[in-house]
Each structure stands twice: as C-alpha cells, then as structure tokens.
C-alpha cells in the first residue's frame, strides 16, 4: 500500500511531468494544433512513373534500381531462393555488410 508521502511525492511528479509536457509543447509550437496525422500522410504511396513489375523487361528493373539507390555506390541487388516455399527475388545489399 501506498503511504502518504509516497502519494504527495508522486503527486509532484505528475506535476512536474505536466509542466515539462507544457513546456515542451511551447518549445514545438503544437499547442492548440491537431496532433493527427494529415491525410495525405495516411494515403498510401502513388505508384512513380517509373513502376517496374513482374513483367517488366530486365532493364527497366536494373533502371529503378539504380534510380532508387543512385547514390549508394556500396549498394547491389543480391539474388535469394526460398526453395522450400518456391520463390525466389532480389533484394538491396551493403557491400562489406
């Protein structure tokens, strides 16, 4: 059980806290504003222009390759089997690591 002097000192706490959240909020300028995310930022992603599918040519999947990873250079497509299951892609991977 909780004595009274543990319950005044977690009563200050929660103060505190409540005060450092207020300060922070000022300190952010979220006061008064919706916290919730906009809708665009619940949308799902639009496909680019450039949508490579499983039907696309080679080439047009080593172009949104590169495009998608230009400037990393430690980074290439490494090749994976799942022969259990029976599927098999590539997948993005760190030179050294």
Known sequence: MVTVDEFAG???EVERLRAENARLSRL???RGQDAA???EQLAA???ASG???M???ARDKLALFTNLFHSRTDVYAKRWENRRLG???WSPAVAGG
């Open 10 to 12: 977690l009563r200050r």
């Open 45 to 47: 992603p639009v496909a």
């Open 55 to 57: 039907s696309s040519p």
């Open 37 to 39: 995310p906009a809708p």
């Open 51 to 53: 949508l490579a599918t």
């Open 87 to 89: 599927t098999a892609g």
């Open 28 to 30: 952010l300028d979220l």
